[in-house]
């Protein structure tokens, strides 16, 4: 997996993108290599016992990603924010540098990850990688709120990247909150959009304090008012107890988009996308 990365040829408009699991992706532009939330450990059942056991393995072994250029974190939940895979990655990868905001900045430093290799672009500001031609917007999330600290910023929050004439925006973990479609229209076009479909419930929460995320019907809806070209379901893989059949996310679709693309990605998994 890691070779076909490095391998993968990018021609203009277009992302190679590669699923790991849950809001774990991959994404390859034409001059760098960036990850998304990867949790690629026990980590979580070993914290929190067997509720939390894994679905599957790992599709690849933390330590074997050494091409990372830049490594993305939405919050500091185990499942975005692994403390084994971001451990691994930030020694297999030392050229790494990290883009999250400032609730997560504080444990990576406690990871012994240094502040040079550490970015925490400001809310709403379209903000140029260095070396690359990507230029990222952050985005609060809701968790299932709004959480902002004066010093930290924003909890909660989603990256929106446009990259070789592709705007691709990866939610981390949200429902729809007041004023959050009124955010989505101030933002470059959606080309493709990566949004946690898992749902949420009483049992959920007080079971395994899991904390849901949106309705498949709620995804349909904002892809379909937005005007997204791709919808790539996630968050709904990787622990049983967390998670819907997809096809309660394609009946959702298509009760309520039906003309929406969508994309359902399975670990391991490579898809190439090419702007229309």
């Known amino acids: ?14 992302l190679g993108i590669w699923g790991f699991g849950q809001m774990g992706f991959g994404i390859k532009g034409p001059d760098a290599i960036a990850y998304i939330d990867l949790c690629l450990s026990d980590y979580i059942e070993e914290q929190l016992g067997d509720w939390w056991q894994r679905a599957y393995p790992p599709p690849v072994n933390a330590d074997s990603i050494t091409n990372a250029d830049y490594y993305f974190i939405t919050h500091e ?19 790494a540098k990290f883009i999250t905001n400032g609730w997560c900045r504080e444990i990576l ?19 140029q990688i260095d070396s690359t031609s990507m ?6 999330s809701a968790h299932y709120d709004i959480e902002y600290d004066a ?9 929106v990247i446009e990259w070789n004439g592709v705007t691709l925006y990866h939610a981390g973990d949200t429902i729809i909150y007041e004023d959050y479609n009124e955010r ?6 959606i080309d493709v959009a ?71 990605m399975k670990p391991g998994e490579f898809f190439y996308y090419v702007n229309p």
């Open 1 to 14: 997996m890691i070779e076909h990365m490095n391998q993968q040829k990018i021609i203009a408009n277009s």
């Open 77 to 95: 939940h185990w499942d975005h924010l692994d403390p084994t895979t971001v451990e691994k990655i930030a020694s297999a990868s030392p050229q």
């Open 109 to 127: 430093e406690a990871m012994s990850i240094t502040p040079e290799r550490i970015i925490t672009p400001d809310v709403g500001q379209r903000t």
């Open 135 to 140: 230029v990222v917007t952050v985005v609060p």
């Open 151 to 159: 010093e930290k910023g924003h909890r909660w929050v989603g990256f």
């Open 184 to 189: 989505l229209r101030q933002l470059p076009s």
């Open 194 to 264: 990566i949004m946690p479909v898992n749902g949420r419930d009483y049992y959920r929460e007080t079971d395994g304090g899991a904390i849901g995320n949106l309705m498949p019907a709620e995804a349909a809806q904002l892809a379909k008012n937005h005007g997204w070209d791709m919808l790539i379901p996630g968050h709904n893989d990787l622990y049983a107890n967390n998670a819907i059949p997809d096809s309660e996310i394609v009946a959702g679709l298509s009760k309520y988009a039906p003309e929406q693309k969508f994309k359902l």
